[in-house]
């Protein structure tokens, strides 16, 4: 398999840790998003959504959408598993995987804050306070979500990582990007730091990427 991705990609990040924690090898390939790679006609043919990751199989077909990956995986390569046996805790960490993946990210994105600079005369700062907006909001309701939660462990659900952990680390990266005071959530620092503390998500760290840039 191959792993189209950008190393400061949240999307590409999610899967980069779950082939690690599956023990999975893949061929990685690079589209640098700022430079627009992601818009070649070469590219566009694989995914028209012009976003990364796409995971191409050994058979040829794309797989696009981050999520959408780590349920292949998942199914393909149930061990370690990315979600609970119990549907109430499957449940609960689709849920939680949500918060960063559908209501965060997306509203917060390098596309949607050149689209704010470009479409509406946005500053650098003005983008910058929209997405710390958005972050703290989403993070307002992951952490009311996991404080004090008796199905929350070590880590987001339980004492092993999960789908919901594959979100949440990478959005954690961007909070520290734009800035956001992390103080106010002191159960997602806790996960945060016992994540990075396990191998297969200390290796998909951006920094740890080949096409990592400072």
């Not at 924690?21 to 043919?45: C, M, N, S, T």
């Not at 659900?157 to 959530?185: I, W, Y």
Request: proline share 7%.
């Amino acid at each position: 398999m191959k792993l189209i991705g950008y190393f400061r990609s949240s999307a590409a990040f999610r899967v980069r840790i779950a082939l690690n924690l599956k023990g999975i090898a893949v061929e990685h390939a690079f589209r640098h998003l700022r430079r627009g790679e992601q818009r070649a006609p070469d590219y566009a043919a694989l995914n028209p959504q012009k976003l990364v990751p796409a995971l191409v199989l050994d058979s040829g077909e794309v797989l696009t959408q981050s999520l959408a990956i780590l349920e292949y995986l998942d199914e393909t390569h149930p061990d370690p598993p990315l979600l609970p046996k119990d549907a109430v805790g499957r449940a609960r960490v689709r849920s939680l995987a949500l918060i960063p993946t559908a209501d965060i990210h997306p509203i917060q994105n390098l596309r949607v804050m050149a689209y704010l600079r470009e479409k509406y005369d946005q500053s650098e700062e003005g983008t910058l306070a929209w997405s710390r907006h958005w972050i703290e909001t989403g993070f307002e309701a992951y952490e009311a979500s996991v404080a004090g939660n008796r199905h929350t462990g070590a880590y987001s659900h339980g004492d092993q990582p999960t789908m919901a952990d594959l979100c949440l680390v990478p959005q954690v990266f961007n909070a520290a990007r734009f800035k956001v005071d992390m103080s106010k959530f002191p159960t997602i620092q806790r996960i945060h730091a016992t994540c990075l503390k396990h191998p297969a998500f200390d290796a998909a760290q951006p920094s740890k990427q080949p096409d990592a840039e400072a």
